[in-house]
């Protein structure tokens, strides 16, 4: 399943970066969104309630938006919820003596890349 990115992370990143197919009708695109959807939260074991989606996306949006080195150690984790996201987070930046805006990210729009500053929020 690795292999062909048949896992939780495969479908959040299939998820993320869609987009439609050449003779794609919008039905047809909707449908395979859902889909992706569907297969991440079946692979993450979240509950299918409000607070527990809630909490699988800004988790990984979180995880998106921070340093790779904080998000790849906060994945190896596989932490269950966004308050322990949180505290090792806050556990990880303090032993390295870093502010979570330290290191910039690139962020993907488009075509177009673009590095945003965390002073720029």
């Known amino acids: 399943m690795k292999r062909y990115h048949l896992t939780e992370d495969g479908y959040r990143r299939k998820l993320r970066?869609?987009?439609?197919?050449?003779?794609?009708?919008p039905d047809m695109?909707?449908?395979?969104?859902?889909?992706?959807?569907?297969?991440?939260i079946e692979l993450s074991k979240t509950d299918k309630s409000y607070?527990?989606?809630k909490d699988l996306i800004v988790r990984e949006q979180f995880?998106?938006?921070?340093?790779e080195d904080l998000a790849t150690s906060l994945r190896e984790k596989d932490l269950p919820t966004l308050?322990?996201?949180?505290k090792e987070a806050d556990f990880?930046?303090?032993?390295?003596?870093?502010?979570l805006c330290d290191q910039l990210r690139?962020?993907?729009q488009g075509n177009?890349?673009?590095?945003?500053d965390c002073a720029a929020a």
């Open 29 to 40: 695109f909707i449908v395979r969104i859902v889909t992706f959807l569907d297969r991440w």
């Open 112 to 116: 177009a890349q673009r590095r945003i």
């Open 17 to 25: 970066t869609c987009k439609p197919a050449e003779g794609e009708s």
């Open 106 to 108: 690139k962020v993907f």
């Open 92 to 99: 990880f930046l303090k032993a390295r003596n870093r502010k």
């Open 83 to 86: 308050e322990r996201v949180a």
């Open 51 to 53: 607070e527990k989606l």
């Open 63 to 67: 995880m998106d938006a921070c340093p």
